[in-house]
């Protein structure tokens, strides 16, 4: 199998690049897997496609403000910093622009040294471990000095931080939000509750290789990046007890679904924990809990474009993709949804 297989003309236009004022009021195209059929509707009106009984699991990760901007010490030169993951303690594994300028000892202030970061080494893939030194909480001097890590295909500012988060986040630690849980309200999700659909919650910290291209010809090659999971024990209950009782678990997003995979055994039970994950789902994987799908339209020749294709067929995928860039649907991050049913 192919990266090249996966590749699909996208025109420019419709990369989105701002999110829309009402969340739940982006397109939908819903695809039956069995059938290759498709039928086009607004977002909120997922709520018709779901069954008292099924289940929604959700990703309640939260993204940080991972985008610093600093000087480094003892020169002028400007140096920008992305958190990816926090290794322990203060350590955190970055990527870091221009590198060259970012060798070990090197030390960059941030907002006029409220934060200083030393860089300790570099590693294999070129990302460094940088060691930070402050006064007071973490958290509160990045939500202070810290941007939104908005991919690299979203050239407008966000000029409101919360339209990068669901309205569910909750733990923080992602370098990139989870973007199918973008289009729910609360006002859908009680409605959905309200309808008998249980709404389960795990978090999988997003890290950015989510973004990152599948460089090797043979798919079978690619190495996905690790990323920490958790799923706790009243969650597994609520997803176990619905695949006991004949419903439909429903993952919004890749992140939820490979969470899901992730923590479940080949008979399809799911088990609590937490851990690193580095699974990758393409064409001829087998699901073992995930059996529909919400989700946003996604890169030619990516890794979720891959999952896809895997739940749906990838004969199902092209043809609705197809289908969405000739009736204008808006892509990625801050575009319109897929329910894959």
Not at 117 to 143: C, P, S
Not at 200 to 214: C, S, W
Not at 277 to 288: A, L, V, W
């Amino acid at each position: 199998m192919k990266t090249s297989d996966f590749y699909f003309d996208l025109p420019q236009e419709l990369i989105a690049q701002d999110p829309l004022e009402d969340r739940s009021a982006s397109r939908l195209l819903i695809l039956d897997k069995k059938t290759g059929q498709t039928e086009h509707h607004i977002f909120k009106e997922i709520i018709d496609y779901l069954s008292p009984g099924d289940c929604l699991v959700v990703n309640n990760t939260k993204v940080i403000p991972a985008r610093l901007y600093g000087n480094k010490i003892g020169t002028d030169a400007k140096i920008e910093i992305l958190l990816l993951k926090r290794r322990e303690g203060d350590v955190w594994e970055t990527l870091v622009k221009p590198g060259k300028k970012a060798k070990p000892g090197t030390k960059i202030s941030f907002g006029e040294g409220l934060l200083i970061g030393e860089v300790l080494e570099v590693e294999q893939e070129g990302n460094r471990l940088i060691k930070f030194e402050y006064e007071g909480i973490f958290e509160e001097i990045l939500d202070q000095l810290g941007q939104m890590p908005l991919p690299p295909y979203i050239t407008h500012q966000l000029k409101d931080k919360n339209r990068y988060q669901t309205v569910y986040a909750k733990h923080d630690g992602s370098a990139a939000a989870p973007t199918a849980g973008l289009h729910f309200t609360p006002e859908l999700l009680q409605a959905i509750k309200d309808k008998g659909v249980r709404i389960a919650h795990v978090t999988l910290h997003v890290g950015l290789g989510t973004f990152r291209p599948v460089k090797v010809e043979d798919v079978t090659k690619h190495h996905m990046h690790s990323e920490f999971y958790i799923v706790e024990e009243e969650q597994t209950e609520l997803i176990n007890r619905t695949k006991e009782e004949g419903g439909k678990v429903i993952c919004v997003g890749t992140t939820s679904c490979r969470t899901l995979e992730s923590a479940a055994d080949e008979s399809g039970k799911l088990h609590a924990g937490s851990g690193w994950t580095e699974i990758f789902i393409y064409p001829g994987y087998r699901f073992k809990i995930t059996d529909r799908l919400i989700t946003n339209f996604h890169l030619p020749e990516s890794t979720l474009l891959m999952l896809v294709s895997a739940l749906a067929g990838k004969e199902n995928i092209e043809k609705a993709y197809r289908e969405a860039v000739e009736k204008q649907y808006r892509f990625f991050s801050f575009g319109d949804a897929m329910f894959i049913r």
